[in-house]
């Protein structure tokens, strides 16, 4: 039996109880950021959303359920379980691209429809690209997850990624104060992760800077939204979705 216990160790090196940490920090930030607008009106029943946000919302709950799960396996040396389980998760993981586009665009369509041209345009760039980058750090998890040492960091980046709805809700980027506030607080996974590496390196491994750079680019999207490429993108999708 500690035989097992050793091969699992050696065979996802650096899986501490500091990642399921680092998960609730996740969990906390999107209750705190949904609360107001989601989880605290459907407690007190008093919520009244299309049914494709309860879809969404669904699928990215399951998501953060399923990146803890596999987590708590890891840390509790159930790898053949936790491997059984990552073949749902890879499945889940493009549910959660076709939702998450789906309802960006449903969402962009309504708002159209009704007159918000502009703020639909300067609204649809967070979830599109969102997707894109959760696509480019889920897919490159999927080819190493025979390598958990990478695995696991491309994972937690990818799954950063998806709580910055929830801290846009609760941090504006009005100032250059507040935006830094914005950053910190999103990227406080990856931050904790990275200090972690350090300590126990003495390095900061590339996933996490390569994902801290892409994420913290990303947080000046809103600088996209007058150019001429997104408004002829914008008309398109108007189009198509009329």
């Known amino acids: 039996m500690s035989h097992v216990a050793n ?13 399921l940490g680092i ?4 969990v906390a930030i999107i209750v705190a950021g949904f609360w107001p607008s989601y989880f ?16 969404h919302a669904l699928v990215y709950v399951t998501w953060m359920a399923l ?6 396996l890891v840390a509790t040396r159930r790898v053949a379980l936790h491997r059984k389980v990552g073949q749902f998760g890879l499945f889940w993981g493009m ?11 449903l969402r962009f369509a309504i708002m159209t429809a009704g007159g918000a041209v502009e703020p639909a345009r300067q609204f649809v760039i967070w979830p599109l ?3 894109v980058i959760f696509a480019a750090f889920f897919v490159p998890a999927i080819i190493y997850r025979r390598k958990p040492d990478i695995h696991k960091r491309f994972m937690i980046v990818a799954t950063t990624n998806l709580i910055v709805a929830a801290v846009s809700r609760a941090i504006g980027m009005a100032t250059p104060v507040l ?11 990856i931050i904790i992760a990275m200090v972690y590496d350090f300590n126990r390196r003495q390095l900061v491994h590339p996933v996490y800077v390569t994902g801290a750079i892409v994420l913290t680019v990303s947080s000046f999207r809103d600088a996209v939204v007058t150019t001429d490429i997104w408004l002829v993108f914008t008309q398109w999708l108007a189009n198509a979705v009329a």
């Open 67 to 72: 990146f803890i799960t596999q987590i708590a």
């Open 129 to 131: 690209l969102d997707m």
């Open 23 to 26: 998960s609730f920090v996740m």
């Open 179 to 189: 935006h830094l506030v914005f950053v910190l607080v999103w990227l406080s996974p």
């Open 7 to 19: 091969q699992s160790s050696q065979q996802f090196p650096g899986i501490k109880r500091v990642y």
């Open 95 to 105: 549910v959660v691209l076709v939702v998450g586009t789906a309802t960006a665009v």
């Open 40 to 55: 605290g009106l459907l407690f007190r029943n008093e919520l009244d959303k299309e049914l494709f946000i309860h879809v």
